[in-house]
């Protein structure tokens, strides 16, 4: 048997009234997803426990099937993971976007999508003011990096976090105030000295003089959240006994990928935008069919759209995953002659009305051996939560899928 999972982040979404109050899935045009529901079945799941983040850490550790009440331990240890980092048991990893903020508004969680380079060389600055050894700025991809606070042996130095340290994910704050949402409980304070400093480090920084002079946002400050400590998965060939690999460009997914067991593929051109190669994923993971049991295809742009608001870019994303993505992926499962299996789902809604990840059921459907059509014949949210298929808590939607 073989396993696909292609896994549009962030596409569920409400009826829109410029869509003629449709959803973006059910207006895009997708014929192979809907073929795909029309030959299995579809349901709803939900990943997002209302007592944890509704965010893609979450969301997805749920989704591979991996319970977030016992497991999740914060974002960020999970994208140290991606890199390679070993965290000692006494550890704290945490997330550090640069941001733009603004007379107290958060202009982008993205500073304008700032190239990896220039996010290197702003950290590299940080570091070099910071004066504390057991803090290291990790720099990763493009606003996207990390903070290691390692204490060390001595007791004194140990963090001054908790598990009920509590930050808010700088892409909820979209066009919002940020004046009330910085972080708050234990070491809290330790985290927003950090993030006051860095608009010192950065303000006159050459980078942000260059991206001005461009037109560019610069970045303004550092924005720390996700923080964490290392947690411990179980292997997923261990639990469902086949061997996995991930193709995505976000660390996140990566990291999970690592902590589960599962191989990673590298796809020239794959960006975690709305700019990625969605054809050379396709490609990769049609290559991959062939050594893999499972391929697990993770599409950050629907996401990405919604953060920034923007329909039209959803849409599009959908399509280009439909026709690059799912098309040649099916074609290639059901020209193999064995037995298979795919699953299309997102981790958890992202509003294009808020712009943020939400907390709530998201549409799946499945197709292959074993599986009994129902009478849906498309793919969406509507059709999705019409179905006579029970519920599913998310992280039982895995053993579902692979049986």
Same mark, same amino acid.
């Given at each position: 048997?073989?396993?696909?999972?292609?896994?549009?982040?962030?596409?569920?979404?409400?009826?829109?009234?410029?869509?003629?109050?449709?959803?973006?899935?059910?207006?895009?045009?997708?014929?192979?997803?809907?073929?795909?529901?029309?030959?299995?079945?579809?349901?709803?799941?939900?990943?997002?426990?209302?007592?944890?983040?509704?965010?893609?850490?979450?969301?997805?550790?749920?989704?591979?099937?991996?319970?977030?009440?016992?497991?999740?331990?914060?974002?960020?240890?999970?994208?140290?993971?991606?890199?390679?980092?070993?965290?000692?048991?006494?550890?704290?990893?945490?997330?550090?976007?640069?941001?733009?903020?603004?007379?107290?508004?958060?202009?982008?969680?993205?500073?304008?999508?700032?190239?990896?380079?220039?996010?290197?060389?702003?950290?590299?600055?940080?570091?070099?003011?910071?004066?504390?050894d057991r803090l290291e700025f990790v720099p990763g991809v493009s606003y996207r990096n990390l903070l290691m606070y390692r204490p060390g042996p001595d007791e004194s130095q140990a963090a001054?976090?908790?598990?009920?340290?509590?930050?808010?994910?700088?892409?909820?704050?979209?066009?919002?105030?940020?004046?009330?949402?910085?972080?708050?409980?234990?070491?809290?304070?330790?985290?927003?000295?950090?993030?006051?400093?860095?608009?010192?480090?950065?303000?006159?920084?050459?980078?942000?003089?260059?991206?001005?002079?461009?037109?560019?946002?610069?970045?303004?400050?550092?924005?720390?959240?996700?923080?964490?400590?290392?947690?411990?998965?179980?292997?997923?060939?261990?639990?469902?006994?086949?061997?996995?690999?991930?193709?995505?460009?976000?660390?996140?997914?990566?990291?999970?990928?690592?902590?589960?067991?599962?191989?990673?593929?590298?796809?020239?051109?794959?960006?975690?935008?709305?700019?990625?190669?969605?054809?050379?994923?396709?490609?990769?993971?049609?290559?991959?069919?062939?050594?893999?049991?499972?391929?697990?295809?993770?599409?950050?742009?629907?996401?990405?759209?919604?953060?920034?608001?923007?329909?039209?870019?959803?849409?599009?994303?959908?399509?280009?995953?439909?026709t690059h993505i799912v098309a040649p992926i099916w074609e290639k499962l059901k020209s193999m002659g064995e037995d298979y299996r795919i699953l299309v789902t997102p981790d958890h809604p992202?509003?294009? &009305?808020?712009?943020?990840?939400?907390?709530?059921?998201?549409?799946?459907?499945?197709?292959?051996?074993?599986?009994?059509?129902?009478?849906?014949?498309?793919?969406?949210?509507? &059709?999705?939560?019409?179905?006579?298929?029970?519920?599913?808590?998310?992280?039982?939607?895995?053993?579902?899928?692979?049986?």
């Amino acid at each position: 048997m073989k396993y696909v999972i292609i896994i549009p982040d962030g596409c569920a979404d409400e009826p829109q009234a410029t869509l003629d109050g449709k959803t973006p899935l059910a207006a895009a045009k997708t014929p192979t997803m809907d073929a795909i529901a029309k030959a299995g079945v579809v349901g709803v799941a939900n990943h997002t426990p209302e007592n944890l983040p509704a965010g893609s850490s979450v969301a997805n550790m749920s989704l591979l099937g991996y319970d977030p009440q016992v497991n999740y331990t914060g974002r960020a240890p999970i994208e140290a993971a991606a890199q390679g980092i070993e965290l000692a048991p006494e550890d704290w990893c945490i997330r550090c976007n640069l941001v733009t903020v603004k007379d107290q508004i958060m202009n982008s969680f993205t500073a304008g999508h700032i190239s990896s380079d220039e996010a290197k060389a702003l950290l590299q600055t940080a570091q070099e003011n910071v004066a504390d050894d057991r803090l290291e700025f990790v720099p990763g991809v493009s606003y996207r990096n990390l903070l290691m606070y390692r204490p060390g042996p001595d007791e004194s130095q140990a963090a001054p976090f908790s598990n009920d340290t509590r930050a808010t994910p700088p892409h909820d704050l979209s066009d919002k105030t940020v004046e009330n949402d910085f972080p708050r409980g234990p070491g809290s304070d330790f985290l927003v000295q950090l993030m006051h400093k860095s608009t010192e480090w950065f303000a006159d920084h050459p980078v942000n003089k260059k991206r001005i002079a461009d037109g560019k946002l610069p970045a303004t400050n550092v924005w720390l959240w996700g923080l964490g400590r290392k947690p411990s998965l179980a292997s997923f060939e261990s639990i469902h006994g086949v061997k996995g690999a991930m193709i995505t460009a976000v660390d996140l997914l990566r990291g999970l990928a690592s902590l589960v067991g599962w191989d990673r593929i590298e796809v020239p051109g794959a960006t975690g935008y709305t700019d990625t190669d969605y054809a050379a994923k396709g490609r990769y993971a049609i290559q991959a069919i062939d050594k893999y049991d499972l391929v697990c295809v993770h599409v950050e742009a629907p996401d990405e759209a919604s953060h920034e608001g923007d329909l039209g870019k959803k849409v599009t994303a959908l399509e280009e995953i439909d026709t690059h993505i799912v098309a040649p992926i099916w074609e290639k499962l059901k020209s193999m002659g064995e037995d298979y299996r795919i699953l299309v789902t997102p981790d958890h809604p992202t509003y294009i &009305s808020t712009k943020t990840h939400t907390h709530g059921n998201v549409p799946f459907t499945i197709c292959g051996g074993g599986i009994t059509p129902d009478d849906q014949e498309c793919y969406n949210e509507q &059709s999705c939560a019409s179905s006579g298929f029970e519920k599913l808590p998310g992280d039982t939607l895995m053993k579902y899928f692979i049986g």
